[in-house]
């Protein structure tokens, strides 16, 4: 199986600017979810997306954030006006239907100054 | 506790020791799954336990589970400085969604 590439590995934004950040490739699966990691505390749950649709969205997912997934192979989470607070890294991550568990990708590191 | 907390937050053991770490949750779950993290990077998912579980092994690590308690343990054997990192322990509730809640991880760091 693929592993699961997340770009870029690092942005920085201005406050109030709009992000993109991509998962590429995913394959044939059908869960994904989005996670964050503040610096130095636990890994949040975001969003997941099953067949193409929100499953479920935590509180912080708010209205700023959107998922798509564009081209059938790309999941994109975008920000549209990123505050101070959105600094952390995000995984992007799909759940293995072996129920081995999830495959996360290797992250964006967001800062937004 | 919160859902999938670990103990202790920070572990610093000698090459060769093993390493025990422990984590608790509240509620209900499928399955629990414990993932390192080296510093800065991503999550490698280490194993998966069902709940229906109560034993797994996976090379040099060994998960239990106990239900009634609501904890499971991970133990890593003959650590290796390269085990040094972070282990989190995530659980996921029932039905289909498997959504993760992880807990604050433990730090462990071994001394060559």
């Known amino acids: 199986e693929p592993e699961v590439t997340q770009t870029p590995s690092h942005q920085v934004t201005q406050m109030g600017q709009e992000v993109i950040l991509r998962c590429v490739p995913i394959?044939?699966?059908?869960?994904f979810y989005w996670y964050r990691q503040i610096l130095g505390q636990k890994v949040e749950f975001l969003v997941s997306?099953?067949?193409?649709?929100?499953?479920?969205k935590s509180e912080i997912f708010d209205d700023q954030f959107s998922v798509e997934r564009p081209d059938g192979s790309n999941f994109t989470l975008k920000i549209r006006s990123t505050k101070l607070e959105d600094s952390a890294m995000y995984f992007c991550a799909r759940w293995e239907e072996s129920g081995a568990g999830y495959t996360f990708g290797s992250g964006t590191r967001l800062t937004v100054v | 506790s919160q859902q999938g907390e670990e103990d202790p937050q920070a572990l610093s053991i000698q090459e060769g020791e093993n390493a025990t770490m422990n984590c608790s949750y509240k509620?209900?779950?499928?399955?629990l799954q414990w993932y390192r993290q080296n510093s800065g990077r991503g999550l490698v998912h280490l194993i998966l336990?069902?709940?229906?579980?109560r034993e797994k092994h996976s090379g040099r690590l060994r998960v239990t589970l106990d239900t009634s308690k609501k904890s499971s343990s991970l133990l890593i054997t003959a650590s290796r400085a390269a085990d040094t990192a972070s282990y989190f322990c995530?659980?996921?509730?029932?039905?289909?969604?498997?959504?993760?809640?992880f807990g604050k991880g433990t730090l462990l760091t071994v001394n060559p």
């Open positions: 336990i069902r709940s229906n579980e």
């Open positions: 394959s044939n699966h059908l869960y």
């Open positions: 509620t209900s779950i499928n399955n």
């Open positions: 995530a659980t996921a509730p029932g039905g289909s969604n498997y959504k993760l809640t």
């Open positions: 997306f099953y067949n193409n649709e929100i499953s479920e």
